[in-house]
């Protein structure tokens, strides 16, 4: 099985969205990710058409996720990237050739067909099993909470500092 690297891009969003306090802009994101810009759109909007995420327009626009993270599932994302098609097509290759195996004899799917269901059937059964909110946890986990708290710091939009403040915003 082999998904496109919009996939890797649209999940890494989505769990540095459960950091964002506020909507969160593309370029921020592709900034964080250091990734084309363009590219990492399309994934969001792929998100968005999907009802993971949501524009929000304006000054303070950006994206951020429609709902609770533990409400969305790693196959939440991967199907709204790269679709919900079966990784495995079956052509009834047995149907062909010298040797066909006549229509009205294939009463069941091949072995073939059988095992390449079961592994698919799987592999979306663990998929849906990973929540984004069990994702930013394990994050946490393995970094300590410092990565959000980072996160959520260097997220915050860029402004022009008012009198007195300094450089409140910038990115550390």
Same mark, same amino acid.
């Given at each position: 099985?082999?998904?496109?690297?919009?996939?890797?891009?649209?999940? =890494?969003?989505?769990?540095?969205? $459960?950091? &964002?306090?506020?909507?969160? +802009?593309?370029? %921020?994101?592709?900034?964080? =990710? #250091?990734?084309?810009?363009?590219?990492? &759109?399309?994934?969001?909007? *792929?998100?968005? %058409? &999907?009802?993971?995420?949501?524009?929000?327009?304006? =000054?303070?626009?950006?994206?951020?996720? $429609? %709902? /609770? +993270?533990?409400?969305? $599932?790693?196959? /939440?994302?991967?199907?709204?990237? /790269?679709g919900p098609r079966p990784a495995f097509q079956c052509t009834e290759i047995r149907q062909r050739g010298p040797l066909a195996t006549p229509p009205e004899q294939c009463i069941r799917p091949c072995a073939i067909h059988r095992a390449m269901t079961a592994a698919d059937e799987a592999w979306r059964a663990s998929l849906r099993a990973v929540t984004i909110?069990?994702? &930013?946890?394990?994050?946490? #986990? /393995? *970094?300590? +909470?410092?990565?959000?708290?980072?996160?959520? !710091?260097?997220?915050? +939009?860029? %402004? !022009?500092?008012?009198?007195?403040?300094?450089?409140?915003?910038?990115?550390?």
């Amino acid at each position: 099985m082999k998904m496109s690297g919009g996939v890797e891009w649209a999940l =890494h969003c989505c769990v540095v969205l $459960t950091a &964002a306090r506020q909507p969160v +802009p593309a370029a %921020r994101l592709a900034e964080l =990710h #250091d990734v084309s810009g363009s590219y990492l &759109a399309k994934q969001l909007q *792929n998100l968005a %058409r &999907a009802g993971i995420i949501h524009a929000v327009q304006g =000054h303070a626009g950006g994206y951020a996720l $429609t %709902r /609770d +993270p533990a409400e969305i $599932t790693v196959l /939440d994302v991967v199907e709204a990237v /790269d679709g919900p098609r079966p990784a495995f097509q079956c052509t009834e290759i047995r149907q062909r050739g010298p040797l066909a195996t006549p229509p009205e004899q294939c009463i069941r799917p091949c072995a073939i067909h059988r095992a390449m269901t079961a592994a698919d059937e799987a592999w979306r059964a663990s998929l849906r099993a990973v929540t984004i909110a069990g994702l &930013a946890q394990t994050v946490t #986990d /393995d *970094n300590g +909470p410092q990565v959000f708290a980072g996160m959520r !710091e260097w997220l915050l +939009p860029l %402004r !022009e500092a008012e009198p007195g403040e300094g450089d409140v915003g910038q990115p550390a």
